[in-house]
């Protein structure tokens, strides 16, 4: 039995897909992971020559933890061990989104390990149904991504207003805060992760239409 060359071309673009998708996943969960792993997620400098009393306010955190002057801190933030009975309302609105933060990242890491296995398996099998079922996954862990990023820029922002509140505008004239590239990897893992499932959605489609095409003997 002969296919046809439409069909031998559709074999082709049904294998560049699903490498594509293979390697936007990889490339998913190695920007996530080494987002997770870095302290560079936001980052605080200070202008020493027009400061007296705020020269060690210089750093740059991760979600665990908090670099100051070259050295890190790394029970800086614990939202799980807190006393929540000496906070605020307003502090304990952050403890309990950062908690939410150091949950819903991490589930998302391990979650896109397990969405390669059944993403490997699924094209092996060139089955429509499983590389359904494999995008959708996917579509679910960048939404846990999403919302982990959200929330981490959320609660940076509602931090440093608590900071102009208690120190005053003046006390962080002279203080610069942006989010660094931790953060962005973790936005280049959200891209990655919604680019792997629109390939294998188009990679199902295919496999679809190669099942149901007739072959030519």
């Known amino acids: 039995m002969r296919e046809s060359p439409h069909l031998c ?25 080494t987002s997770l792993g870095t302290e560079y997620w936001y980052i605080i400098e200070t202008n020493p020559m027009n400061m007296s009393d705020f020269e060690n306010m210089s750093s740059h955190s991760g979600l665990w933890s908090i670099n100051e002057g070259g050295k890190t801190q ?11 009975s000496r906070y605020t309302e307003t502090e304990l ?17 391990v979650l896109l390990l397990l969405g390669g296995i059944c993403g490997l398996v699924s094209s092996l099998a060139r ?11 996917f579509f679910i862990c960048s939404l846990l991504t999403l919302c982990g990023v959200s929330l981490y820029i959320i609660y940076s922002h509602q931090a440093l207003v608590e ?34 499932g629109i390939l ?14 007739p072959t030519m003997t």
């Open 127 to 137: 089955s429509p149904v499983l590389l359904t079922g494999t995008a959708s996954y």
């Open 93 to 109: 609105q952050m403890l309990n989104m950062h908690s939410a933060i150091v949950v819903l990242l991490p589930l998302s890491l």
């Open 163 to 196: 900071t102009e509140r208690r120190v005053g505008l003046e006390g962080l004239a002279y203080v610069r805060t942006s989010f660094g590239w931790s953060l962005g990897l973790a936005w280049l893992s959200y891209g990655m992760e919604l680019l792997t």
């Open 74 to 84: 790394t029970d800086s933030i614990d939202s799980f061990k807190a006393d929540f």
């Open 9 to 33: 071309r559709m074999k082709v673009t049904f294998g560049g897909l699903v490498i594509s998708a293979g390697i936007c996943g990889i490339l998913s969960f190695a920007f996530l992971a």
């Open 200 to 213: 294998l959605l188009i990679a199902a489609r295919m496999a679809k239409l190669q099942h149901s095409s």
